[in-house]
């Protein structure tokens, strides 16, 4: 990297003296014997600046070095640490801004802070990325101001930094809090041991009143004289497939995130649900990135799938269901639970049926939509004139056909999740617990 030549800028004193000295020009007009100490002045004053400018550019600069974690969530505060070693005899006041990465909000910057002679300085501040992916730190901007406040010297030291900007998994972390405590339920989800039909046998107990006769284990119970039955757990060798949509639909935006940015944390917080039942997760990208992660067991799959789609970004495509639908048919051969994360439109109908109908013929489907708060308002708000009750009539007809692509795919035996992104998570985790519980798989 070419490192910039040093530049002066004007101090805070430099421009009322031009001023003063104009003044005196002024001046010199009904008093032309005021020339001389016009003169006087423009020369004492160049001097000075002359005198300035080669004090600040004989300066050292000090050395800088950056510390910050190398991988943050999304939308979450962390701290960043300038650490700066000045070797000067005097102390060193300076003006720092951090080019910090495009889009991102920081707290207590620009830094003011005298540096110390002969030490090293940690000055801290705040970021916050509210952007995924690898997100870079250019450089530090330095302004040291002159003695005699006539000018600055700006200069930029080339400290550069990358982090990963990861999906929040702050409500990962909580999962894994509740489920130590046995307190889910805190979260929404209930989850409860199916008794009596499940697919994987789990013990044997004393009979109790509301079993079903099939449960019964007539050769142990003859043994002990009394009745016994058998107890069965949720199968642990189930497979889920998680389809994400990246086109232009998922851009939309209720508050600070994205529906795109919401359902990329809904489906880390699920996948890790997943590896705790003990099935597989795998993941498929659609409609701008496709990226494909085939499904596999245990912790470090997580691992994997956050490393798949932590840079994952909405494009301008549209999606194309029918597409994905085949494509996914070519990979996937075990029956499994294949959810799609998507935010549906009108138009979606036909197409979104027809792949569903594709996929159904071997494996679960559900349907996960996430709805705009801003119909829901326009929805439900008063028109205040015509053009606002026209725009309350169309509302009506978009979630009218889109309500009712939602009913056909339940007719069809799709499962469908209709929910506000910042619920999705929770309403997914149910949904699958539910189907587990079902034995549809």
């Known amino acids: 990297m070419r490192i910039p030549l040093p530049r002066l800028l004007p101090g805070p004193r430099l421009l009322p003296l031009l001023a003063a000295w104009t003044a005196l020009a002024l001046a010199t007009l009904p008093w032309p014997e005021a020339v001389r100490l016009w003169l006087g002045a423009g020369l004492l004053l160049g001097l000075a600046l002359a005198v300035e400018a080669v004090?600040?550019?004989?300066?050292?600069?000090?050395?800088?070095?950056?510390?910050?974690?190398?991988?943050?969530?999304?939308?979450?505060?962390?701290?960043?640490?300038?650490?700066?070693?000045?070797?000067?005899?005097?102390?060193?006041?300076?003006?720092?801004?951090?080019?910090?990465?495009?889009?991102?909000?920081?707290?207590?910057?620009?830094?003011?802070?005298?540096?110390?002679?002969?030490?090293?300085?940690?000055?801290?501040?705040?970021?916050?990325c509210n952007r995924r992916g690898v997100q870079r730190f250019a450089g530090v901007d330095l302004r040291l101001p002159g003695r005699l406040g006539l000018l600055m010297r700006q200069a930029f030291l080339p400290v550069t930094s990358e982090v990963r900007v990861y999906p929040n998994?702050?409500?990962?972390?909580?999962?894994?809090?509740?489920?130590?405590?046995?307190?889910?339920?805190?979260?929404?989800?209930?989850?409860?041991?199916?008794?009596?039909?499940?697919?994987?046998?789990?013990?044997?107990?004393?009979?109790?009143?509301?079993?079903?006769?099939?449960?019964?284990?007539?050769?142990?119970?003859?043994?002990?004289?009394?009745?016994?039955?058998?107890?069965y757990q949720d199968e642990r060798d189930q497979q889920i497939m998680l389809l994400l949509d990246g086109g232009f639909r998922m851009r939309s935006q209720d508050g600070r995130l994205s529906h795109f940015d919401a359902a990329l944390n809904a489906l880390l917080l699920l996948a890790h649900v997943v590896t705790r039942q003990g099935d597989a997760v795998g993941l498929m990208s659609f409609a701008n990135e496709e990226r494909y992660l085939a499904p596999a067991k245990g912790q470090a799959?997580?691992?994997?799938?956050?490393?798949?789609?932590?840079?994952?970004?909405?494009?301008?495509?549209?999606?194309?269901?029918?597409?994905?639908?085949?494509?996914?048919?070519?990979?996937?051969?075990?029956?499994?639970?294949?959810?799609?994360?998507?935010?549906?439109?009108?138009?979606?109908?036909?197409?979104?049926?027809?792949?569903?109908?594709?996929?159904?013929?071997?494996?679960?489907?559900?349907?996960?939509?996430?709805?705009?708060?801003?119909?829901?308002?326009?929805?439900?708000?008063?028109?205040?004139?015509?053009?606002?009750?026209?725009?309350?009539?169309?509302?009506?007809?978009?979630?009218?056909?889109?309500?009712?692509?939602?009913?056909?795919?339940q007719h069809e035996g799709v499962v469908v999740l209709d929910t506000a992104p910042e619920k999705l998570a929770v309403g997914l985790i149910n949904r699958y617990l539910e189907i587990k519980r079902s034995g549809r798989l």
Request: aromatic share 4%; hydrophobic share 40%; with cysteine.
């Open 55 to 128: 004090a600040l550019l004989r300066q050292p600069l000090p050395a800088c070095r950056r510390e910050l974690t190398p991988v943050v969530p999304l939308g979450v505060w962390r701290e960043v640490s300038l650490e700066f070693t000045h070797e000067g005899a005097a102390p060193l006041p300076l003006l720092i801004h951090d080019h910090h990465p495009a889009g991102a909000e920081t707290e207590h910057l620009p830094l003011r802070h005298a540096l110390p002679p002969q030490a090293r300085t940690r000055l801290t501040y705040r970021l916050r």
């Open 169 to 231: 998994f702050a409500e990962v972390a909580k999962y894994a809090l509740l489920a130590s405590d046995n307190r889910l339920s805190q979260l929404g989800i209930r989850m409860r041991r199916r008794r009596g039909t499940g697919l994987e046998f789990h013990q044997l107990r004393e009979y109790r009143e509301g079993d079903m006769l099939r449960q019964i284990d007539w050769k142990a119970s003859s043994r002990l004289r009394k009745l016994i039955a058998r107890e």
């Open 301 to 409: 799959t997580l691992a994997r799938l956050m490393n798949t789609v932590f840079d994952l970004e909405a494009g301008a495509q549209t999606p194309d269901f029918i597409s994905i639908a085949a494509t996914l048919g070519q990979h996937l051969r075990k029956r499994s639970l294949v959810i799609i994360l998507t935010s549906l439109r009108d138009e979606d109908g036909a197409d979104l049926r027809e792949a569903c109908a594709l996929l159904s013929r071997q494996h679960v489907v559900l349907v996960a939509n996430l709805r705009e708060h801003v119909l829901d308002e326009l929805d439900e708000a008063l028109p205040p004139d015509v053009d606002g009750a026209l725009t309350t009539a169309a509302t009506h007809l978009y979630l009218q056909a889109r309500e009712k692509t939602l009913r056909h795919l």
